[in-house]
C-alpha cells in the first residue's frame, strides 16, 4: 500500500468519529462572518486551489464581504456557453459515473452501491418511475464554480430536505463508505419536463452542509433531524435550460435521477472526466 492510499485510508477511518455536525456548524459561522479576518482566507484558498478568477464577474478578491460571497461567486457573461444539446451539465465538476440502474441500484464506486429510494429520503412512489432508468454523479471540487443550472428545462413538484450525516466527499471518501450520497444531508428536486420527470439532488458534506435553491432560499440551516418537505403543484415554478436552480454553501455534489429510455449520457462521459456548466451531458431518446 503506498503512502498516499494509506492516507486515505486514515482520512476514511477519521471521519466515522468526527463531530462533523459540529465541525460544518464552525465552518458555515466562519464562511459567512464579515470580520476582516475570515476575507483573508479567500487569496490563501484562490492560491492553494488555483481558482480561475479571471472567469469571474467579479474578479478581485477584496470586494467579497465574506468567504461564502466569493465562494458563489456569479461568473462572467459568455464564459458557460449553453451547448446544443437536450441535455447539459448543470454543473462545473467531474463526472462520478453514468449508469444504469439495474433494479434501482445506482453504483457509487465498485462494490459500494445504493438505491434511488435511499436516495430520494425513503419514498417508494417517488423513486419508482427512475428504478431502472439512468443516474449521473457529478463532484464539485472547492476550485470548481459552485452554483447549480438546470440540465433541461423544467417545472418543479417537489422539494425534500433529507437529514443526514456530512461525509466528505471528495474520492478518497466516496471509495470508503458505502451508500455515501444515500447517507449525506440532501436535497431532492422533483422536476417534470418535456421530456419526462427527473430527479436533481444537492448532496451535503463535511463543512458542506448549506444549500439554498432560487425559489426557496436557504433550507439548511435549520437542521430538524427530521425530513422536510414542500409541495409546488400547485404552483408554476418553470425553470430553463441552464437556468441557476441553486447553490453550495461550499461545495459538494449533485446526483441526477432519469427514467428509462429518457436519455443517453455522452459517450465520452466517464468516471473522472471533468465537465463544465452547460456543455453537452445526454441525448434525448424520447
Known sequence: MSSSDLRDRLFVLMQHGMPKQALT????????SRAPW???????????????????????????????????RALRAGVRPLADAPFVSPVDGAVIDCVNMSGGQILQVKGHA?????????????????EDGDA?????SPKDYHRIHMPCAGRLLRMIHVPGTLYSVNPATVQGVPGLFARNERVVCLFESDFG???????????????????HGLINPPRTGSLRQWHYHDQDIRLARGEEMGRFLLG??????????????RADWVPGRSVRMGEAMADALA
Not at 449521473?136 to 464539485?140: A, E, T
Not at 459538494?252 to 449520457?265: C, G
Request: overall charge negative.
Open 114 to 130: 445504493y438505491s434511488a429510494r435511499e436516495l430520494v429520503g425513503g419514498d417508494a412512489a417517488l423513486a419508482a418511475p427512475f
Open 252 to 265: 459538494s455534489t449533485v446526483v441526477m435521477l432519469f427514467p428509462k429510455n429518457m436519455l443517453r449520457a
Open 136 to 140: 449521473i454523479s457529478i463532484y464539485l
Open 25 to 32: 456548524r464552525f465552518a458555515e459561522f466562519v464562511a459567512n
Open 197 to 215: 420527470p427527473f430527479v436533481l439532488t444537492l448532496v451535503g458534506a463535511m463543512v458542506v452542509g448549506s444549500m439554498q435553491t432560487v425559489w
Open 38 to 72: 475570515t476575507r483573508g482566507i479567500i487569496p490563501w484558498f484562490i492560491k492553494k486551489y488555483g481558482v480561475d478568477m479571471g472567469e469571474a464577474a467579479d474578479p478581485d478578491p477584496s470586494h467579497y464581504a465574506c468567504f461564502n460571497d466569493f465562494f458563489t
